[in-house]
């Protein structure tokens, strides 16, 4: 039986958290965002002074990391992700930072850590009406959900789209060429990793959001579920 759930995946940059937040406020649904979940674990990691290779050899940590209370927050008036309570400590920016997004990257080929995770976003999602963005939500996490979405664009594209948001935050010393060399960098590793790849489900509604504005690009999904955009 089909959830009423809205799977959202594709490569970095390509829109999805501005994407799914339109696309729940139209349809009245919650968000999650799956990535903040690996950027989380990413950012404990390093706040205990551990890195990848520490994960990978200690599962006792990873017990330890799972134990953390976690709370997916809504954004702050203005901002565009939302915040993570961890602990009593809640983050915004700095789980958006390269390293961390490099980190999160890394970690998330340990199978033992998507195990955690993936449970965690299925008691989160389970009652429903629920838009979920990440990189195997239609694959792995709801293979069950209603509507599948894969939102794709040329790297240079979406590397465009990351520094015009950037710029408007005020980072003006992240290069153009850095940037894009990360978003290949980790487009590669999300692809080619053997457990739960970046990869459009056989049933997914693929859009090349490469030409297409996010209003464009809502009104397609929309149109698809069968709401009027
Ligand atoms: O979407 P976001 O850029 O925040 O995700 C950070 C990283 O977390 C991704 O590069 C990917 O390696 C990992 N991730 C994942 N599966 C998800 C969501 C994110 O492997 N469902």
């Not at 970095?12 to 950027?39: E, N, P, Q």
């Not at 976690?70 to 961890?86: A, F, I, K, T, Y």
């Not at 990360?182 to 859009?207: E, Q």
Request: glycine share 8%; aromatic share 4%.
């Amino acid at each position: 039986e089909k959830l009423a759930i809205v799977t959202i995946d594709g490569p970095a940059g390509v829109g999805k958290t501005t994407i799914s937040r339109m696309v729940a406020a139209h349809l009245g649904y919650t968000c999650l965002d799956t990535g903040a979940m690996y950027r989380s674990f990413a950012w404990m990691l390093t706040r205990t002074g551990h890195d990848g290779e520490d994960l990978k050899k200690d599962p006792s940590l990873l017990a330890m990391l799972g134990n953390v209370e976690m709370v997916l927050l809504p954004p702050l008036p203005g901002e565009e992700n939302g915040r993570v309570r961890l602990g009593g400590q809640v983050l915004g920016p700095e789980l958006r930072t390269e390293a961390i997004s490099f980190l999160a990257s890394e970690i998330a080929s340990l199978p033992e850590l998507r195990r955690v995770l993936t449970l965690m976003q299925q008691r989160l999602g389970a009652k429903g009406r629920v838009v979920i963005e990440g990189r195997d939500t239609g694959t792995v996490v709801f293979p069950q959900a209603a509507w599948k979405f894969f939102l794709d664009a040329t790297p240079e594209e979406r590397t465009t789209r990351r520094l015009r948001q950037l710029r408007a935050r005020g980072d003006m010393a992240t290069s153009e060429a850095a940037l894009l060399e990360s978003i290949v960098a980790r487009d590669l590793a999300d692809r080619n990793r053997s457990i739960a790849p970046l990869v459009a489900a056989a049933d997914a509604y693929t859009i090349d959001t490469t030409n297409l504005d996010i209003r464009a690009v809502v009104g397609e999904m929309l149109a698809h579920i069968g709401s009027k955009p």
